[in-house]
């Protein structure tokens, strides 16, 4: 019995310089929440808000934390992590009472490979430099950026910039691109 996993076609771009100079960046309307809730209040048939209202759900062990945020080792009850909207966390404050971040989701709209390296680094480094927080989640054709509200705009004129420059440096190196963003 063979442990190969299973491999669906050679799915998305892989060549940073291709992936930076074909970024279209686009702004969502809605505003989003990080919410957590107890791993067991996550059961299939008895979701917290509907299925249709979830972004994005990780489930992920909770660990016990000391002084200065140092990991105790210990693992307390794990958690499981959901991207909703706000106004469905609002509808749902019985289920969904702890939630943070509002934010607004940008859509990288390349075909990026799960298994290009670099992309979100370059991304979340740009914004890094504005000052700009990120929480990026890879998908299976896309990436996300998930940035606050009120600095959603100037991320997206950010992630233009770095399209622009990666443009540049390709048309001129002939279109043959050597990697380096200059990051």
């Known amino acids: 019995m063979s442990n190969d996993v299973p491999v669906v076609g050679g799915h998305g771009e892989t060549s940073l310089p291709r992936l930076l ?4 960046a686009t702004l969502h309307p809605e505003t989003y929440v990080f919410a957590t809730i107890p791993a067991e209040e996550f059961q299939i048939n008895d979701l917290p808000v509907p299925l249709d209202q979830i972004c994005l759900f990780f489930r992920e062990p909770r660990q016990q934390h000391g002084e200065a945020g140092a990991t105790t080792g210990k693992v307390q009850t794990d958690t499981v992590t959901l991207i909703v909207r706000l106004e469905t966390a ?31 680094a370059v ?7 504005r000052g700009v927080s990120v929480n990026p989640v ?34 001129g190196e002939g279109g043959r691109g050597s990697g380096n963003q200059g990051f």
């Open 21 to 24: 100079s074909s970024l279209r």
């Open 123 to 129: 991304l979340a480094a740009r914004l890094a430099q």
């Open 138 to 171: 890879s998908a299976f054709y896309h990436d996300h950026l998930f940035v606050p509200v009120e600095r959603a705009d100037e991320a997206v004129a950010v992630l233009a910039e770095v399209r622009e420059e990666a443009v540049r440096e390709l048309q």
């Open 90 to 120: 609002r509808a749902h404050p019985r289920r969904l009472a702890e939630y943070t971040y509002p934010c607004r989701m940008i859509t990288c709209a390349v075909h990026s490979s799960l298994e290009a390296v670099g992309f979100m």
